[in-house]
């Protein structure tokens, strides 16, 4: 998968943080803090783009892949609860323990950065049934991913084996979505799930919402 990235560095505390944000932004890519969850909505080219920044993080144990999608709307009709907070995201590897309280200051400096051609391979995700979901629950199983809210962006925080295994799944907004409603007339939306630690649950320590679901919105409208 190739696809058209900025670079940008930024300093932080001493050192250098990397951030890397696709050209042009997504424009069909909307995230949003429901209260109780975390509500994303793709449509099929939001939803490649999305796939091919996550197969990108899995190889960017350095980076912060962030999508500024914040001023996107989400599609006609769907429903929040209360008053959804529109969010970016950003995707950044476990290893690089980076401060999501420094955010804020990171991205004021930023800059233009300079355009870039990334590039991951297409088979970079495993087959759906090489995924052994089962081991996310042994006590000694790590590469689960986190999530935390920092300056009105979501970050998904996990190990390359995590933004991988869980990226099996998102492939499926892009393989299987688009025939969904064709395959199963009367179904309702196509979808997947991702939760933050080894078990469902409403609230991380931080009381950020503990289950990300992200939308495959064909008819989108805003």
């Not at 099929?44 to 914040?70: E, M």
Request: with cysteine; proline share 7%.
């Amino acid at each position: 998968m190739e696809q058209r990235v900025r670079v940008h560095k930024a300093g932080s505390g001493g050192g250098e943080v990397r951030v890397i944000r696709p050209d042009p932004v997504p424009a069909r890519l909307a995230l949003r803090d429901d209260g109780h969850w975390l509500s994303m909505y793709a449509d099929r080219d939001g939803a490649a783009r999305l796939t091919a920044l996550w197969a990108l993080a899995a190889r960017s144990a350095r980076s912060l892949v962030h999508l500024p999608i914040r001023a996107n709307e989400a599609p006609e009709g769907v429903m929040g609860e209360g008053e959804p907070v529109a969010l970016d995201l950003v995707l950044v590897h476990h290893s690089l323990q980076f401060p999501t309280a420094s955010w804020k200051q990171v991205r004021s400096r930023l800059g233009a950065g300079r355009p870039h051609t990334a590039a991951t391979p297409d088979d970079d995700f495993p087959d759906a049934g090489a995924v052994d979901h089962g081991r996310r629950y042994h006590p000694t199983y790590r590469d689960h991913l986190g999530f935390d809210i920092a300056a009105h962006t979501l970050f998904v925080v996990g190990s390359s084996t995590a933004f991988r295994e869980h990226g099996t799944a998102l492939r499926g907004l892009v393989d299987e979505a688009p025939s969904h409603r064709h395959r199963h007339p009367g179904a309702g939306h196509f979808c997947v799930e991702f939760s933050s630690g080894p078990w469902s649950r409403p609230r991380t320590r931080r009381h950020v919402p503990g289950v990300l679901h992200i939308q495959y919105s064909e008819d989108w409208r805003a």
